[in-house]
Structure formats: C-alpha cells, structure tokens
C-alpha cells in the first residue's frame, strides 16, 4: 500500500466464509466446465463461443490469497488447480517438517494455512 493510500474498511475472513468462498469457486468451476462441453457439442468449429470466468476468478484468488497471507507459497491455488479442490489429494503428498499434512477439504486448507 502506498503512503498516500488509507484503507477504507476490514475484511476478516473466518472459516466459514473462507470454505464457502473456496465451495462457491468450485461451483462455478463445474458449471463453466459442464457449459463449455454443451458449446463444444453443439458448436464443434466454434471457439469464441465459450465465456471466460478466468479475471473474475483470478481476482477473487488474489483477494483470498491476500487475506489468508498465502501470497507467497500459493496453497490455495495448489489445492484449487493441482488437487482439484482437494479430491485429488493422496496421503503422503503434503509434508511440512515430516509431518503429514491432510489438503482434502477447504476446512483442511483453512487449518494448514492457520500453521
């Protein structure tokens, strides 16, 4: 922020908003996946047809990643895009300090990013 900005308000996340946010993501992917799969029947040759959700998502990422400081190791988008939101997910495949660590649910990413 810079010196001649004022912050105007303050956002608390709490887990409940934080595991709806993270749901109410995953809802709208599965809808833009079932809806570009009708235009790709309906419309094989067509690829302008397809709505794209990506700068809406993406913002609404930067805001959670900024709220749950996760800027720079991006977990979030690690359990979005990598464990598909967690179903994905294999015991074993997240480690901090030997120790297991459980990414199958957004109440899951909520513990781990409360570390």
């Given at each position: 922020m810079?010196?001649?900005t004022k912050p105007v308000g303050n956002l608390t996340i709490t887990k409940e908003l934080f595991i709806e946010?993270?749901?109410q993501i995953?809802?709208?992917h599965k809808h833009d996946s079932k809806c570009s799969e009708a235009f790709s029947i309906t419309l094989p040759d067509d690829y302008i047809?397809?709505?794209n959700n990506e700068h809406?998502?993406?913002q609404l990422?930067?805001?959670l990643k900024l709220a749950m400081n996760d800027?720079?190791?991006e977990w979030i988008e690690y359990f979005i895009y990598e464990l598909r939101f967690g179903k994905a997910y294999k015991e074993g495949m997240v480690k901090m300090e030997g120790e297991n660590i459980t990414l199958?649910?957004?109440s899951d990413l909520w513990e781990f990013l409360q570390m």
């Open positions: 810079n010196t001649t946010t993270i749901n995953e809802k709208q047809s397809c709505y809406l998502r993406g990422l930067k805001l800027e720079q190791t199958k649910t957004p």
